[in-house]
């Protein structure tokens, strides 16, 4: 058996990393060169099922950071879930997810590409639920349907393949099919409006949440898009999407992390944000910096995952920042890279994530966006530095008198996955602005605009300090007013399931039916509804309308 000895698969996992990463390096510094390889699937009369990947140094290099996050996420799960009683099972289905992300990432083919594809669901399925209780069935069922939406858009992307007779992924002959690809890449990276799902899928295991935020499910929809953007350039129409919805999911990602104090969804609402920051990247037209934003959120997220992670196990379950700072006095090596990780989250110099994020800056005011999405996009960057220097600040200076774990020391090995992720978080930025030297000209470049933009960043930042003892509200709490929306998915499967035994007797009466399916409809988030009527129908009517006039505008 592989997992017979509870490190074999984790030096299985660092190997792949080390040879696809030496791989990517020979194939982006000695030939720009795209290698197919496959084999035919089924043949029915002129028309052929193919199996193809594709190895080039985007793939590779992509395949070689899940591996290393992997590789980490691995062996601090050998910790995380020494006591668990289905230690393998669950070994077992996050190398199951592991395995279809990287055949999502070398698919050439729709049909490699609905394999990866429905892996990830499936599996993301089974880890979101591995915890038996009635939360984690309610997250799993909400992450289920929400995806299965950007599965609704694959589908109908394959029937428009086989009426056309195309199997590769490359041959994009209609902007239908970059419509339906882009839509269900919005949906699989938790774009607004489909953003609830994200921190629903905190009911995982904590090694789960620290694959699945920072290099796997929630980044699957921005590695296609970003194959989609190489192959074939996006139409402007989708351009102006990207740039809204990234705009507007950043936004809405700074806000919901602005009022929380859990610090699963603090963190889970960081990633929500980035990866706004990443679409929005795409809509400007810059697949390299998307890329590489990518990378570094992916391996400061995973560090930042696996000491939330600690500080749960050392407090026995306590999520509420305010309680931890007792937990960091007495740890202060996780405070460390706890304080590492939020440094690149802000984009502090010379971390990292900065010259991605600078670079990402400097695009957006060279460029000629939408004003719009121009000032939204500046809010949700300095919301990041709002929540951010709030969440540090508590932790760095809040007394607590809460009883942690006494553990006097761990293992060395123990810390090497961190280390790993530690020094990737600071280092890796130097490497890509190496690997690409009008990178590192950019960043020395200053504009007119960046002062402006710097000062926007700062005042947010002291603005932070004093005034982190942010509330609630119900805008915010409801992302928007969505979580109602989707969070509605049981209650309907429940009203219509109820009606099972009426509709298998044969013919129904219209009455018995009808009444019963406006019984289940009342059950949907009826207070809510009641109290926050107004606020509801006159914010998604605005929403909606504003979006409608913005295309009606960029299309006329």
Known sequence: MVLQHKQRLSVLLFLSALMSFLMSIYLFKSCDCIIYWGCEFFTVSSHSLNFYWISDWVSLSFSSLVFLVSFCVF????????EDVFYYRFMWLLLSFVISMNLLIYSGSFLSLMVGWDGL??????????????????????????????????????????????SLLGNYRSNIILVLFTMGALTKSAQYPYSTWLPAAMAAPTPVSALVHSSTLVTAGIY?????????PLPQSMLNVLLLSGSV???LGGLCASTEFDIKKIIAFSTLSQLGVMVFCLGLGS???????LYMHALFKALLFMVAGCMLL?????QDIRLLGSLTKRYPIFLVFLNVSFFNLIGLPFYSAFYSKHSILNLLGSSSVNFFSMVVMCLGVGLTSIYSLRFLKVLNWNQSSMVVSQVNN?????YIPFIILFSGSIFLGKFFSYMNPSLYISNLTLKIWEPLIYILILSFLFWSLFFFKVGSSNILVSMFYTSFLWGSGPYLVSGFTSCKKSLECGWVEPAVYMSKFQTGLKSINQSFLLNHWFAVSYFYLSVWGFLMWFLFLRLS
């Open 75 to 82: 062996c601090f799960a050998r910790w995380y879930m020494s």
């Open 121 to 166: 669901g499936v599996t993301s399925f089974l880890l979101i639920v591995y915890y038996e209780s009635k939360s984690s069935m309610y997250a799993g069922f909400l992450t289920l349907l929400v995806n299965r939406l950007g599965d609704l858009f694959l589908m109908c992307l394959f029937f428009y393949f086989c009426l056309q007779g195309l």
């Open 224 to 232: 296609i898009l970003v194959r989609a953007s190489m192959t074939s």
């Open 249 to 251: 999911t950043t936004l």
């Open 287 to 293: 697949t390299f910096l998307a890329l590489m934003h």
């Open 314 to 318: 050392l407090s026995y379950g306590v």
């Open 410 to 414: 761990f293992p060395l090995l123990f």
